[in-house]
């Protein structure tokens, strides 16, 4: 028997709740993972309170990260002993996920967990961390230097973005962080960020084309933020859209593409290559700063999730929840 968060819904009832399962209830896979941490994402927030259709199927349990120890194996390439992670793959959308004591998972989902890092440290990074790495990874292979100029971060409170500062200022970059959140000045600023600036600058329509402001930019919010984030990026400057806060559209014009060269870099954190995942991980075990990553963080309990789902979706949460699903 094991804890889990179960999501059910019956015609238009709708529940979350804590539950003790039996084993022989977990999906079809061949690795049972022992789970250690998990986390509490923006997507698991939706799905916990039911407040977009991103669960595919019920009972769900959710949770798109998960940390944990083999407990048994029939894929080659991990045995009973082997510490894993896991992000994305439709993991707690169409698949039973990790706000549990026990998952069972296709094995091809997961990737070693990297030596130099603990269960907590690594869902304390989780998706968000692990999407601002592919973010910054793909402006780089997009040619991005530091001395190209500053590089802007949308949703910096959050966890991508406060991730998103950390990994650039380490790396040189100089960085604009844009928050709706003055408070949270001082915490940016602790993490990398050089100067910031109010979201309502970018949050509402805007012009085609507006005075080059940065080099790159890593956008976690999407529409008309996302809009005059590229409208004010530099020639043959880059951006990195990884998310949708503020809305799916995007209320812009092909003018910052065609007449300035400016890149619009999708990133998929979901369905990522093997060889890629392995790759950012290596990058974020070695090259996260170790006072960010508990700046960034705040711990919860496995029945703190669902209280926890609803502050994340007000507004009311900085940083990342690890959950540790066996407290």
């Not at 092909?254 to 890149?263: K, T, Y």
Request: hydrophobic letters at 45%.
């Amino acid at each position: 028997m094991f804890n889990a968060i179960l999501l059910e819904k019956h015609h238009n009832d709708y529940q979350a709740r804590l539950a003790t399962l039996d084993e022989a209830q977990l999906p079809a896979g061949d690795v049972t993972v022992r789970v250690a941490y998990s986390t509490l994402n923006f997507k698991d927030a939706l799905a916990i309170t039911g407040q977009s259709p991103v669960v595919r199927q019920f009972p769900m349990v959710p949770g798109i990260d998960l940390a944990g120890t083999v407990e048994a194996s029939s894929h080659p390439a991990y045995q009973p002993g082997d510490r894993v992670l896991l992000n994305g793959w439709g993991v707690g959308e169409s698949h039973w996920g990790g706000l549990a004591q026990r998952a069972r998972l296709n094995g091809d989902w997961l990737i070693p967990h990297p030596a130099s890092l603990d269960e907590r440290q690594s869902m304390a990074i989780g998706t968000a961390g692990y999407t601002a790495m592919l973010c910054l990874m793909a402006l780089q292979r997009h040619g991005l230097k530091p001395e190209h100029g500053p590089v802007l971060v949308t949703g910096a409170s959050g966890g991508v973005g406060s991730f998103a500062i950390s990994l650039l200022a380490s790396r040189g970059f100089e960085v604009i962080a844009a928050t709706g959140k003055a408070d949270e000045a001082h915490y940016l600023k602790q993490l990398g960020a050089g100067t910031i600036i109010d979201r309502s600058e970018l949050s509402g329509p805007g012009r085609p084309l507006a005075k080059e402001r940065w080099a790159g930019v890593i956008d976690s919010v999407g529409s008309h933020t996302l809009a005059n984030a590229c409208a004010a990026t530099q020639a043959e400057g880059a951006v990195a859209a990884c998310g949708l806060a503020q809305g799916m559209d995007l209320p812009a014009s092909v003018a910052p593409f065609i007449l300035r060269g400016v890149s619009l870099l999708g990133i998929n954190s979901v369905t990522q290559p093997y060889a890629r995942r392995v790759q950012a991980w290596a990058q974020l075990a070695e090259g996260l700063e170790r006072e960010h990553l508990a700046m960034i963080t705040r711990e919860i309990s496995l029945a703190d999730s669902i209280d926890a789902a609803r502050q994340l979706l007000d507004g009311k949460v900085r940083g990342r929840l690890v959950v540790n699903v066996n407290s």
